[in-house]
């Protein structure tokens, strides 16, 4: 029988007391190329070869050994090393009478790779043996091997399939039920609450200034303080009351079959539980506390959605906050409409202002090919500046733009400065922009017209311009926004889809939108080195993207280790404060040393650039 090279250079142990019957089996095995030959005269010698490969079991191939061995009981030996879990080491056994042979009988032999032989030797019955005994041990060996990594890719896949069924209904920080659980279980409450006519309250629970804590701090200490607070509030409440995270600092409580005044004492405790705690980092103790919003159910609210109960608790919980924080509100519809009204009285002829006075400007921040370093574009992002000069970020006067009709003028202002800085920059430039624009940009007749022209009169190449749209973008006006992309496309421009896995359907509209890049959404980057959920989650979209020929922008890379692990799960390209903050100059070079950050520690840079951009937010 023929085996392989590898199969001979196997360790094969002779085991037998009489010394000339010893040589013999040596030298016949010798000869027909099996090298690697241990002996031993007893048990004991046996026992000893065995330990000397005790790391190294594998390159033991097989055991002849006699039946009559001294200090060894051969029915033992071979139930531990040839039948049990971890090994499988062969025997050939001689004996010298095949009737009298005490292990033909015993019920392990049919599955341990045991072969019996009577002396005198046969040598070509013995050498067949061997070879035959050596196969089937490799046989054995690799389909265990299979099985092996069938199981631990069982068990992997369980694992990520129940983690990742888990994230769909809880969140993974604080334990808590996620709003979207919370949603339908809120859905079940109130049909119940409607039908027993009782009442009782959505509590909305805000953590004040919690952002300073976690731009001052970074996310981890953030991080820790959430699970805490969390820990506080939850002692107060009852095990079946419905408690959840709605949002990065934003808890939501319902308390069932209470009474006003009940409702208003809980949340008086609450308030007063976080206040008392002091959140120690390090040297710094920061003193907590906490907004909280309550909107009452009852037989008339129980009729609402629950979205429109959580957002009547929202606004009584910014009441609290604009009232000076650390206090409780109770909804109260004229206070809402009086708010709103107030806000966007505010910003508006801020804004109007803003856009005559010049008063807006534009930060570029770096987006990083992940191969090489090079700077692929640079992200337009827009600033404010308010009464006393400060910066006001987009997040607090966009959202007021879209509601009060003064996006359009936004919009078509960034793609015009955007296009000019462009135009001043040298003629041998080669940098590119990626503009934002906002949800309601394609409701706009003349954004197109103006884009035209702009591109016209500056002889700024369109294929230097990337537009970033989000999915609410994208589904508002289906088929407007389609056909608008295509225009715009046609012009040579390209798309990108922002916030991408924010949103549900994010993979739907992979399909359908036309989009060179694919911004996988902060949420997902901020944790990827200790969350395997999201490693998961990134790597996928990684994949999918790239299968359909887009490019993926991971945002909100802030350190060196998340730089590494975007590369190793296929990501194209990278953006955020460890590469580059947004500035108002752009970036000497046209690259980056990647290997040089991978080196330098992140935090100092982080805080000297934070106090570079001093953001004012109306938190
Ligand atoms: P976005 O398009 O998702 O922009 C990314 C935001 O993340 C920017 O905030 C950016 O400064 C911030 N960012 C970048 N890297 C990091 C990082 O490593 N860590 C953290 N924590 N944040 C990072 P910004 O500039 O405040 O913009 C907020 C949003 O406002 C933008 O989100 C975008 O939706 C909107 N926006 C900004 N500029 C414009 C604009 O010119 N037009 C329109 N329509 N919307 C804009
Ligand atoms: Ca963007
Ligand atoms: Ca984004």
Redesign the pocket.
């Known amino acids: 029988m023929l085996i392989s090279k590898k199969l001979k250079e196997k360790v094969i142990i002779i085991a037998e007391n009489d010394q000339q019957l010893l040589a013999e089996i040596k030298r016949n095995l010798n000869k027909h190329g099996f090298l690697n030959i241990k002996t031993a005269l007893d048990g004991k010698q046996i026992f000893e070869i065995l330990r000397s490969y005790y790391d190294a079991a594998e390159q033991i191939g097989l055991l002849i050994v006699n039946e009559q061995l001294p200090q060894c009981d051969v029915l033992v030996m071979c139930k531990t090393l040839s039948s049990n879990d971890t090994s499988l080491i062969p025997f050939v056994i001689l004996g010298a009478d095949d009737k009298k042979n005490n292990i033909e009988n015993s019920e392990f032999t049919s599955q341990a790779l045991i072969h019996r032989m009577s002396l005198p030797i046969n040598y070509p019955v013995l050498l067949d043996t061997i070879a035959f005994q050596l196969i089937m041990m490799q046989e054995r060996y690799l389909r265990r091997k299979q099985e092996e990594l069938l199981i631990n890719e069982l068990a992997e896949r369980k694992i990520v399939d129940a983690k990742l069924k888990y994230l769909v209904m809880h969140d993974e920080l604080t334990g808590l039920i996620n709003r979207h659980n919370f949603e339908s279980q809120l859905r079940i409450i109130l049909a119940r609450s409607r039908m027993r006519q009782q009442e009782g309250a959505l509590i909305l629970i805000n953590l004040d200034r919690f952002s300073l804590v976690n731009e001052l701090e970074g996310f981890d200490v953030g991080d820790r303080l959430l699970i805490e607070v969390v820990g506080i509030i939850r002692k107060l409440t009852l095990k079946d009351d419905l408690f959840a995270r709605i949002g990065s600092d934003e808890f939501c409580l319902f308390l069932d079959n209470s009474t006003e005044k009940e409702i208003k004492q809980f949340a008086e405790r609450v308030r007063k539980s976080v206040y008392e705690f002091i959140f120690s980092c390090g040297d710094v103790c920061y003193s907590t506390s906490l907004s909280i919003g309550i909107a009452p159910v009852n037989m008339v609210t129980a009729n609402q959605h629950p979205n429109e109960a959580i957002s009547r608790a929202r606004q009584a919980c910014r009441m609290a906050k604009e009232h000076g924080r650390n206090m409780l509100w109770s909804y109260n519809e004229t206070d809402t409409k009086v708010q709103e009204r107030n806000k966007d009285l505010y910003w508006v002829p801020l804004i109007k202002k803003a856009l005559l006075d010049k008063k807006f400007f534009?930060?570029f921040?770096p987006v990083v090919c992940l191969n090489n370093g090079e700077i692929s574009h640079y992200?337009?992002?827009?600033?404010m500046r308010g009464l006393q000069n400060e910066v006001i970020?987009?997040?607090d006067f966009?959202p007021v733009s879209e509601r009060m009709g003064l996006?359009h003028d936004?919009?078509q202002w960034?793609v015009e400065n955007a296009i000019d800085f462009l135009a001043k920059l040298p003629e041998s430039s080669k940098v590119s922009l990626a503009?934002?624009?906002?949800s309601v940009?394609f409701q706009d007749d003349s954004l197109l017209p103006t884009l035209k022209e702009k591109l016209s009169l500056s002889w700024v190449d369109a294929s230097r311009l990337t537009f970033?749209i989000?999915e609410t973008a994208a589904v508002a006006n289906f088929e407007q926004t389609r056909k608008m992309i295509a225009e715009i496309r046609s012009l040579g421009c390209k798309f990108a889809l922002?916030?991408f896995g924010a949103g549900f359907c994010s993979f739907n509209y992979l399909k359908t939108f036309p989009v060179d890049f694919v911004?996988i959404d902060?949420q997902f980057i901020?944790n990827l080195i200790n969350d395997e959920t999201d490693q998961v989650l990134v790597k996928s979209m990684a994949e999918i993207a790239t299968n359909l020929g887009k490019k993926t922008i991971a945002?909100?890379?802030?350190t060196p280790e998340i730089i590494v692990k975007l590369k190793e799960l296929g990501i194209d390209m990278a953006?955020?404060?460890?590469l580059g903050?947004?500035e108002q100059e752009l970036l000497a070079s046209n690259s980056i040393a990647l290997d040089g950050i991978a080196r330098e520690s992140a935090k100092p840079k982080r805080f000297a650039s934070w106090f570079s951009e001093k953001?004012s937010r109306v938190d």
């Open positions: 534009l930060v921040q992200e337009v992002l827009i600033r970020s987009p997040g966009i996006i936004i919009d960034v503009i934002n624009l906002s940009a970033e989000t922002d916030d911004k902060g901020r945002e909100f890379v802030e953006q955020g404060y460890i903050r947004p953001v």
